[in-house]
């Protein structure tokens, strides 16, 4: 019963991951290493059917299975990079919990610094123009008191 | 300084409307997938019941339409009973299959003989086939083209319409 079991699981094909990221790369990990470095490669996973949580931290099934694959992927020798090439291959970057710097993505990592340095130029444009600003001041006031209708305004007003 | 500001603020304030309006207008379940226009990876699978050996390769020349499924899934008794009628309709000139993961053959069988049946219903046991298709819930379809190629995929219970309209994709 169990040799017949075995030979018909023999006959299931999965898609295998070297068909998309090639052979594995690395040396196979084990034991406790094994644990750990799927623990590590399951937190830059997103788990598709969760709000923004990670495949490391999902209860859900589907987020198992990933996880169950990882590990598999790494026992078998696959790098970290390949794991992660074979899931974006299946579910598109969308599946890579931290974008990569690549094509759109590029401007998650560039806008933040690029509205920080339009930001600081001005305020700092803003903070020198408000030095300048207080010394125009008496000059303009020197300039309204030159002007006789306002001279005589503020006369008038004064007598009142 | 007030009108810069009035322009500058004016087109900031467009730009954020605009990609709340393009984000806000999208289905959130529905996800692009990488696969569409690349080869459908390969799978041999045991249909459930008779245990025959499905090779998707052998199908090459035909076009597929494999669905995702299983018993737990609320929207696949929805959609079931389309599948079926139009696996019936449109008959031999469109394989159809469907591939159940994180289920049990007896789960499977016992849907299958309250639902019926029409086309082979695939375990995929530790659910390696679905993630290499990159599903995260079911149902979802894939379209296959005769040459092997992805044509189309679709989130969600399919309707007569959206089933034929993505039918009529891979008979092109």
């Known amino acids: ?160 | 300084m007030n009108r810069t500001v009035l322009i500058v603020g004016s087109a900031i304030t467009l730009a954020l409307v605009a990609i709340l309006f393009v984000g806000l207008g999208k289905d959130p379940q529905a996800i692009d997938s990488p696969l569409v226009g690349r080869q459908a990876p390969p799978f041999t699978l045991k249909a459930v019941g008779n245990g025959q050996d499905i090779d998707l390769q052998a199908l090459r020349g035909k076009p597929i339409v494999v669905n995702f499924w299983a018993t737990w899934c609320g929207p696949c008794y929805q959609e079931h009973p389309v599948l079926v009628q139009n696996a019936r309709e449109i008959g031999p000139q469109v394989q159809f299959l469907g591939v159940v993961f994180n289920d049990t053959a007896g789960n499977i069988q016992s849907f299958l003989q309250q639902h019926g049946s029409a086309y082979p219903t695939l375990l995929d046991d530790e659910g390696k086939t679905a993630i290499a298709y990159g599903v995260g819930g079911v149902p979802e379809t894939f379209f296959i083209d005769r040459k092997g190629t992805i044509v189309a995929k679709f989130v969600g219970p399919l309707s007569d319409d959206t089933l034929q309209a993505n039918v009529a994709k891979v008979l092109q």
């Open chain 1, 1 to 160: 019963m169990i040799t017949f079991l075995l030979l018909a699981l023999l006959q299931v094909k999965v898609p295998d991951p070297s068909q998309f990221v090639g052979p594995p790369k690395g040396a196979p990990v084990a034991g406790a290493a094994l644990e750990q470095r799927t623990y590590e490669i399951a937190s830059l996973l997103r788990c598709p059917v969760c709000q923004g949580m990670s495949v490391a931290d999902s209860p859900s099934t589907v987020a198992q299975d990933m996880k169950a694959q990882v590990h598999d992927l790494l026992a078998r020798g696959y790098t970290q990079e390949q794991i992660l090439g074979y899931f974006e291959h299946s579910y598109g970057q969308f599946v890579l919990l931290k974008p990569k710097f690549r094509g759109v993505n590029t401007l998650v990592w560039i806008l933040p610094i690029f509205v920080l340095v339009v930001g600081a130029v001005v305020v700092i444009g803003t903070a020198r123009r408000l030095e300048k600003e207080p010394a125009e001041q008496p000059e303009a006031q020197a300039a309204a008191s030159d002007d006789p209708y306002l001279a005589r305004v503020r006369e008038l007003m004064e007598k009142q």
